[in-house]
């Protein structure tokens, strides 16, 4: 009877385990994998590239097509928001696999990080009050000129209005801000003349601030695109090739319909 008792009880706990490892196998099934995190590097101060809305959520061109990309790449969008001048610093270092953040593709920048296709077009323009002495972009630079520019600190408006004031073609002074809105309430407060911006966020914050205007005369014209780091040649290619396909669809350029009109 002793000698029955053990089989049985042996064939039941071997019933068990092997019940408990079929259980284990399926919960580790690829359906249930976690996905691989796609870090998004960005300023969320930049309407309507990337904004955080009302309901406390990322929003904007930005943030859409790069999580269309995650889709693409099979991976889940994780967004880091930061300073502007912190962003290529964060994808440089790797704490970030990607920025978007209305970049501009510069020779200065392609020094620390690579950059996919171009997504977008960019206009740099003039934010003033209504009641302004600067009408156009040459005033800036007439001889002798002595106005107050304010600038987000590592864009690119900050970028040109710094290198021409030190290449000696224009004798305007710079204010550099953290972030855009502070440059903005600057101009509101009589403190700077005028705010050098992209036409789209520039667009937003005149239409929230009363008493401000857009130049009619563009700054320039450049091109936005994702940067990465400089050893990550394949998701380099993985990102483009989603471009590629995410223009082709025309589902890029819904995105951005959606945000400018």
Do not use: H, W
Request: proline share 1%; glycine share 8%.
């Amino acid at each position: 009877m002793k000698r029955f008792l053990s089989v049985i009880m042996a064939a039941v706990l071997a019933f068990g385990v092997f019940s408990l490892a079929g259980c284990g196998s399926k919960e580790n099934t690829g359906d249930n994998k976690a996905k691989e995190k796609l870090v998004l590097a960005t300023s969320a101060d930049f309407p309507p590239y990337e904004f955080i809305g009302d309901d406390g959520d990322y929003k904007g061109i930005d943030i859409e097509i790069a999580q269309l990309i995650a889709e693409k790449l099979g991976r889940e969008l994780q967004v880091e928001n930061m300073n502007f001048n912190s962003v290529i610093n964060s994808v440089q270092g790797g704490k970030a696999d990607m920025g978007m953040s209305g970049i501009t593709v510069t020779e200065d920048r392609k020094k620390n990080v690579d950059f996919t296709d171009s997504y977008a077009t960019g206009v740099q323009v003039i934010i003033v009050k209504n009641d302004s002495e600067i009408k156009s972009v040459d005033d800036l630079y007439a001889e002798g000129a002595s106005y107050k520019i304010g600038v987000q600190l590592s864009t690119t408006g900050d970028i040109y209005i710094k290198d021409d004031i030190d290449g000696k073609k224009m004798s305007c002074s710079v204010e550099e801000y953290t972030v855009a809105a502070d440059a903005v309430a600057a101009l509101k407060a009589g403190k700077i003349d005028c705010v050098v911006i992209d036409n789209e966020p520039a667009k937003s914050f005149v239409a929230a601030n009363d008493g401000l205007k857009i130049l009619e005369t563009e700054y320039v014209t450049e091109d936005y695109a994702i940067c990465v780091a400089k050893d990550n040649t394949e998701l380099l290619a993985d990102i483009n090739k989603a471009l590629s396909e995410l223009k082709a669809s025309g589902e890029l350029q819904k995105v951005v319909d959606s945000y400018i009109k």
